[in-house]
């Protein structure tokens, strides 16, 4: 006899194949779904990783800027110090030449010539006094321009009053005769 069946076999391997059509649909989108959330996870934590590598980054520059602002402040403070110390230096350096300006000025005062004001400032020397006459000032003058302490002497104004005296004002340079042959050796 002939075998015959009779069984529904096609439906039962159409839902079979379905079944494992849906199941492989899942196991893909499963795949894909983690795939997703892998690729999320890492570009996540490499920007976390970033945001983090960029706060050290602005923090160390942030303090790099206050050491960048306080060695300023240090390089100022040198420069004020160094400024100051050859201040000091220079002074001391000039004090015998100021007693011996004085002195210079003293030996070429003639006689009946009076200062009434003295005036120093930086190089420049300007003073102001009375005569008893015009060849007083004019001696004043030459004993001036032949002192090696000062030089290039000017008269600035010779005024003659009614108390029969003249006033006078001389204005010169103060040079120092060591720099002077040390700029000319």
């Given at each position: 006899m002939a075998n015959i069946n009779l069984l529904p076999w096609r439906e039962e391997l159409r839902e079979e194949r379905?079944?494992?059509?849906?199941?492989?649909?899942?196991g893909v989108v499963t795949l894909v779904a983690a795939s997703i959330f892998v690729v999320y996870r890492y570009y996540d934590d490499a920007a976390?990783?970033?945001?983090?590598?960029?706060?050290f980054l602005r923090n160390q520059i942030s303090a790099m800027d206050q050491k960048i602002v306080e060695i300023q402040k240090l390089k100022e403070t040198r420069a004020e110090l160094v400024e100051r110390m050859e201040l000091i230096q220079r002074l001391q350096g000039d004090r015998p030449v100021i007693v011996r300006v004085f002195d210079e000025i003293v030996r070429s005062v003639p006689e009946d010539l009076?200062?009434?004001?003295?005036?120093?400032?930086?190089?420049?020397v300007r003073i102001a006094g009375v005569a008893s006459s015009?060849?007083?000032?004019?001696?004043?003058?030459?004993n001036f321009d032949q002192s090696e302490w000062f030089r290039d002497p000017s008269l600035?104004?010779?005024?003659?009053?009614?108390?029969?005296?003249?006033?006078?004002e001389v204005v010169m340079t103060r040079m120092n005769p060591r720099t002077a042959e040390d700029n000319n050796g």
């Open positions: 379905n079944k494992n059509f849906y199941v492989v649909i899942a976390v990783n970033q945001n983090s590598r960029n706060a009076y200062f009434n004001k003295l005036e120093v400032e930086g190089d420049k015009n060849n007083r000032v004019s001696a004043l003058m030459r600035i104004k010779v005024e003659a009053t009614s108390a029969g005296v003249n006033e006078f």
